[in-house]
């Protein structure tokens, strides 16, 4: 059973930080892409960010420059840097993998970030 537990979630000020991490259950070299993902209260969950297994990282227009993926290979851990935060931002965010044959997705639970004065 693959696991993902998300943490460092919470809520900042408009413009502040926050980094969050996701730990899995399986090697991050067994997956084809581990990524982020963020649901917006009364919207769709939309992609965020991404990184394949060879590194290449892509963002969603809507945080690239103010947003880093990362990954820790040993840790087994994909990781979130969201720099100068917005009201926009806010939403319950959710770690994703696939494995490398494609054939299976796993989410983590999601944890919430509000940015707010």
């Known amino acids: 059973q693959v696991q993902l537990v998300e943490s460092g979630g919470g809520l900042v000020q408009p413009g502040g930080s926050l980094r969050l991490s996701c730990a899995v259950s399986?090697?991050?070299?067994?997956?084809?892409?581990m990524g982020w993902y963020r649901q917006a209260p009364g919207k769709e969950r939309e992609w965020v960010a991404s990184v394949t297994r060879s590194g290449i990282t892509n963002y969603a227009d809507s945080v690239k420059g103010r947003f880093t993926i990362s990954r820790d290979a040993a840790k087994n851990t994909v990781n979130l840097q969201m720099n100068s935060l917005k009201s926009e931002d806010t939403g319950v965010y959710y770690c994703h993998i696939r494995n490398l044959a494609r054939t299976n997705e796993y989410w983590g639970q999601g944890t919430q970030v509000t940015v707010s004065s």
């Open positions: 399986v090697s991050i070299f067994s997956l084809d892409v």
